[in-house]
């Protein structure tokens, strides 16, 4: 059911909820995901993003984004400046993605650690955003609920472990989906759920057999500037 507050929009720094208000989510779910904060950005720009974005604060949205602002903070035009004394490298450039929204932003991220991470995410109106594809491994997720995204070796057993740990703490998982490059590859966990999932046990998930990581997108905490708990082996 839509509310009222769908019908409004998100409370934000204009002009527009497609291109800034979701530029500046997509630039902050990459941050989140990347689990660190951002050295280097390189940007690909998409369909109306790269014809319009410009003109509608596309680009400081994303910056914005990815040193960890949401849609609404005052900072976002002077995002160039933010990101220049944060000493964060980024450069933008127009992509052809095939399929893709064309409010779609292609993130080439790399963390102060040299983490690297690619995000193509896309901006779905009213603020909104789904997240498409990690590192080239097709996903679909909105940040409208808690998630993991847990990386794992693809094997049998993996997706079973997870669950039941999650059932055992009664954490009720809402949507999933699991995909991967090929058989016996790297493959990816995406599960949402209803209830938050304590630091302790993200630190326990990302500690089982076959588990390469696990990132935790807190969706309350994101909301008032968080928004990640990341576990490595």
Request: hydrophobic content about 40%.
């Amino acid at each position: 059911m839509i509310n009222i507050f769908d019908m409004m929009g998100p409370v934000m720094v204009g002009p527009s909820s497609s291109h800034t208000a979701g530029a500046a989510r997509i630039g902050n779910m990459g941050r989140t995901l990347l689990g660190e904060e951002v050295a280097r950005a390189d940007i690909g720009l998409h369909g109306s993003f790269a014809e319009t974005g410009v003109g509608h604060g596309t680009d400081r949205a994303l910056l914005a984004g990815l040193l960890g602002m949401k849609p609404d903070d005052l900072r976002i035009p002077n995002a160039y400046d933010e990101a220049n004394r944060a000493g964060m490298a980024y450069s933008f450039h127009t992509v052809e993605l095939r399929d893709a929204n064309p409010n779609t932003a292609l993130l080439e991220l790399t963390g102060k650690s040299g983490k690297k991470m690619t995000i193509e995410a896309s901006s779905v109106g009213g603020g909104a955003i789904v997240v498409n594809k990690i590192d080239g491994i097709n996903v679909n997720f909105t940040g409208d609920f808690n998630t993991l995204i847990v990386r794992n070796q693809d094997e049998t057993g993996s997706v079973a472990a997870i669950t039941s740990i999650l059932s055992q703490v009664h954490i009720n998982v809402a949507n999933m989906s699991v995909n991967r490059h090929r058989r016996g590859g790297d493959a990816l966990m995406v599960i949402e759920t209803d209830q938050h999932i304590k630091p302790r046990q993200v630190e326990f998930l990302s500690e089982l057999p076959g588990i390469l990581s696990v990132t935790y997108y807190d969706k309350e905490d994101d909301e008032d500037g968080a928004g990640f708990d990341e576990g490595n082996l």
